[in-house]
């Protein structure tokens, strides 16, 4: 079993937001989160210690990455420092991310829309007893 937890930490307009990608068997799980101010390493630190087992991952998608082989330490740490330069997250959290946001908002919608059914019943119920209750003193 593989596993691999990446965290990119980048500016979007008005506040610090980070981005965990978490690469599990070949599926991707995408996880956003929004610091507000910037964030110093301890309190990133902090967060990856007590509250990852909180995060809502997106559901499962599939990364085609074929697997990925022990490279040499200098050459992973070119890596980062390129990644580190470049701004943003990847094209597939991206999607991830994209497709999350589209699933909370149907169940947002459908939660909002039976909270409301939900109500009217209520009211109509209520007036159709208020309706009784003058009726009963006749």
Not at 41 to 54: A, M, Q, S
Request: glycine share 4%.
């Amino acid at each position: 079993m593989c596993l691999s937890v990446k965290l990119t930490v980048f500016f979007e307009e008005p506040f610090w937001v980070g981005v965990f990608e978490k690469n599990e068997m070949d599926y991707l799980f995408v996880c956003r989160v929004v610091f507000g101010a910037e964030p110093k390493d301890y309190e990133i630190y902090d967060l990856v210690l007590k509250d990852y087992c909180n995060l809502k991952f997106s559901s499962s998608f599939a990364a085609n990455n074929g697997r990925e082989r022990r490279s040499n330490p200098k050459r992973l740490q070119r890596e980062v420092k390129k990644e580190v330069k470049s701004i943003g997250i990847g094209t597939k959290a991206q999607l991830a991310m994209k497709l999350q946001q589209e699933m909370n908002k149907v169940e947002r919608r459908s939660k909002s829309r039976e909270e409301k059914d939900h109500q009217k019943e209520e009211q109509f119920a209520l007036r159709q007893q208020k309706k009784k209750e003058k009726h009963k003193g006749h």
